[in-house]
């Protein structure tokens, strides 16, 4: 009989839980050992086993199902499997024959009824122990809002403490997000301007990451910054310190609902710019000012045009009024007139 020692541990950060998965290791040799079990290979996973998707342990099966084994070896059960799906795996190959023996330092198995009827009681006590757990874990972020906590990482501008579990003022980054705030409030900043603006002033995440567009416009909408926490669709009152003043959040929300993207100031004004297209080419009209005067030209962005001259902002003024006259004047006109 050949065996796969299998080991895992519940966090892929590296410095949590290295004791556990060594330990593991060495406890199952030694087992092994006593045993006189024959070890062909060995895997060892840094990810949690209530989802679905470890690649080690797909890995592991696909060893076993083209027969380079017979068995594995586990610490416990739970190691294995915490979701309905590894679990049902782990005993359909026991049923198909392609698992014929389980071994556990700490559980007792044999392919038998009896044997899957316990192994599947195992399996069903570790996803309960993770779906409770997972309740658990919900509640207390429940209440922790209720108190006026955020239960979450702190946005840009705030710090978690992890001593008092509270969320203190970044003092290296609170004055930046909030000149921010101040700036998008004039209306005169675009969203990517001021993406560009946090690159020039060296304002990043929390995590160090620049900060984008997208984000930009989450830190404008964010209540969190006026002391309320927005938690599954309800509104709670924080107890960090806001930082800045329910007036400029407002007036940053005016600006964001009415222009939405505000449009950086031209530099000139163009009565007919964007409105116009060139009946040659089909490229838009463009404007400049020459020696005082407004000159409307085609852009040639779709190639080659045969539309070499300027046209002055009078005669094009000129020729407009003259073209909406003809359709005022058929509007006067009966309309078996003008349909025919």
Known sequence: MKY??????????????????????????????????????????????????????????????????????????????????????????????????????????????????????????????????????????????????????????????????????????????????????TGEYTLKSLANWCKEKSLRGNLGKEIAIGNIQKILQNIFYIGLMKYHGEIFEGQHEPLISKKLFDKCREVMSKRGKVQEVRKHNFAFLGLLKCYSCGASITAEIQKGHNYYRCTKKKGLCQEKHYLREELLNEQIKTFLQKFLCRAKTPEKFWRR
Not at 5 to 25: P, W
């Open 4 to 185: 796969i020692i299998y080991a895992r541990k519940s966090t892929e950060e590296d410095d949590r839980q290295i004791l556990s998965i060594e330990a593991q290791f060495v406890e199952l040799k030694e087992f092994a050992a006593k045993e006189k079990l024959e070890i062909v290979t060995s895997f060892q996973e840094a990810k949690t086993a209530k989802e679905p998707g470890r690649m080690k342990f797909a890995e592991m099966l696909s060893l076993i199902e083209k027969g380079k084994a017979d068995g594995i070896i586990s610490w416990h059960p739970d190691r294995l499997a915490r979701n309905s799906v590894d679990g049902g795996k782990i005993i359909h190959f026991v049923d198909r024959g392609l698992i014929k023996s389980l071994k556990f330092p700490t559980f007792w198995f044999e392919p038998t009824p009896q044997g899957l009827f316990m192994l599947n009681i195992a399996f069903g006590q570790s996803k309960y122990f993770v779906d409770n757990l997972r309740e658990n874990v919900k509640r207390g972020l429940r209440q922790k809002i209720r108190n006026g906590v955020w239960p979450g990482w702190a946005p840009v501008g705030y710090l978690n403490n992890p001593k008092t579990r509270m969320i203190d003022i970044d003092k290296s980054k609170f004055l930046k997000v909030k000149k921010l705030f101040e700036l998008y409030a």
